[in-house]
Nanobody
Framework: QVQLVESGGGLVQSGGSLRLSCAYS????????MGWFRQAPGKERESVAT????????YYADSVKGRFFISRDNAKFTMYLQMNSLKPEDTAVYYC????????????????WGQGTQVTVSS
């Protein structure tokens, strides 16, 4: 069973910071790439950041590069997204997921998405 629980979202002013957490129940994803996605109303879900199983390789969308930082702690079964210098354009529901096959890249996430966590940035 895929169990991913996002938390840490909230309402913040422009320029503020939030840290999102993605917890999973066991070590089932320790060997796989994981990442964060977001979806705004009327928009398609987009990849925000990805991290390889060992944390060596990371990817960031151009829109968040330099502001967001992804990390993971496999011992705690948790992945994080530190979000700094937030902009209203970052407002979305944020989801986490893992790749079904690869430990390096997240190109084939699981079809089942969790509840996500809402991030709202006011201007």
């Amino acid at each position: 069973q895929v169990q991913l629980v996002e938390s840490g979202g909230g309402l913040v002013q422009s320029g503020g910071s939030l840290r999102l957490s993605c917890a999973y129940s066991d070590g089932s994803f320790d060997s796989y790439a994981m990442g964060w996605f977001r979806q705004a109303p009327g928009k398609e879900r987009e990849s925000v950041a990805t991290i390889s199983w060992d944390g060596v390789n990371t990817y960031y969308a151009d829109s968040v590069k330099g502001r967001f930082f992804i990390s993971r702690d496999n011992a705690k079964f948790t992945m994080y997204l530190q979000m700094n210098s937030l902009k209203p354009e970052d407002t979305a529901v944020y989801y986490c997921n893992a790749d079904r096959f690869s430990g390096v890249v997240l190109t084939q996430p699981y079809d089942h998405w969790g509840q996500g966590t809402q991030v709202t940035v006011s201007s």
